[in-house]
């Protein structure tokens, strides 16, 4: 199954507002972004669009209409309402060869048993609650309100974790983990974290770009060949045992070093 379209940014613009400037303000509602529990999953086959933004809000709500949440959060829906692989690309989904547990065979293995009659995955309509403070006032510590009463409304997130099913073929996968940018703590963490879960997913082809995305076209910077038994204890030490770079990138040249490494499932590790 060829998947060299299939690495699909999600972006989304975050922002942090007062109370006073969320329900004061004449762009109050530019400051909540999100999204609220779909009751189903909006088809949009045939779409071009690779990238999931947030889009600016521009609903403005009287507070004195009863029906005002119910408007807030279908806003707050339509903004952040992601599109499915399958809306962008024509796959077949296969059953996922992720096991949680260790005793447990991958659901690829002749001996695996019905995902269906284990829960240990993660439904595609299960949401889980943003904020769980319900604000008196405004001048409470830490208060983000909507309107001047500080209402209670739900924002609903999509819950992570492994589904039953996948779009890709584990073992023609080549996944290529890169840390560009800046130092933060815990990038060995995320790197190690990375190469641990793409191995119980049953890819054997992962390796390290050295030096952020100067490695992709920069001469003697090699593909850094990563395993369970290379990242395992990288978690100790600081920095990113890949090495990081900032600046001098040509997009252009990264693709076309992508294309001719066969490099079909990008994990990008940003900070």
């Not at 299939?6 to 999204?35: E, N, V, Y």
């Not at 992720?98 to 019905?114: E, H, I, T, V």
């Not at 492994?162 to 790197?191: H, S």
Request: glycine share 8%.
């Amino acid at each position: 199954m060829p998947l060299s379209g299939m690495a699909i940014a999600f972006k989304a613009s975050t922002s942090a507002c007062t109370a006073q400037q969320l329900w004061g303000h004449p762009t109050r509602d530019q400051c909540q972004h999100g999204f609220t529990h779909l009751n189903e999953r909006k088809s949009r086959k045939g779409s071009a669009a690779l990238h999931a933004r947030a889009i600016p809000g521009n609903l403005d709500l009287d507070f004195g209409d009863p029906s005002w949440k119910q408007k807030y959060q279908e806003d707050w829906d339509r903004r952040f309402s992601l599109p499915h692989i399958t809306d962008v690309f024509d796959l077949e989904p296969r059953l996922t060869t992720f096991s949680l547990k260790k005793n447990r065979s991958p659901l690829g293995a002749s001996d695996a048993s019905s995902p269906d009659k284990w829960n240990g995955y993660v439904n595609k309509d299960d949401r889980a609650l943003l904020k769980v403070i319900n604000y008196a006032s405004n001048t409470s510590a830490g208060a983000v309100c909507i309107d001047p009463d500080c209402s209670w409304v739900e924002h609903w997130v999509h819950r992570a974790g492994p589904r039953k099913e996948i779009y890709y073929e584990p073992e023609e996968v080549k996944a290529a983990i890169v840390t560009c940018g800046g130092l933060c703590p815990g990038l060995n963490d995320v790197i190690r974290q990375i190469v641990f879960t793409l191995e119980i997913y049953g890819v054997k082809n992962i390796v390290g770009i050295q030096f952020g995305y100067r490695g992709f076209f920069e001469k003697g910077l090699k593909e850094m060949p990563l395993s369970r038994d290379v990242v395992e204890n990288i978690n100790l030490a600081g920095g990113s045992f890949l090495g990081v770079s900032r600046g001098g990138a040509k997009t252009s040249e990264i693709v076309d070093s992508i294309q001719v490494s066969n490099v079909n499932k990008r994990g990008d590790v940003l900070c």
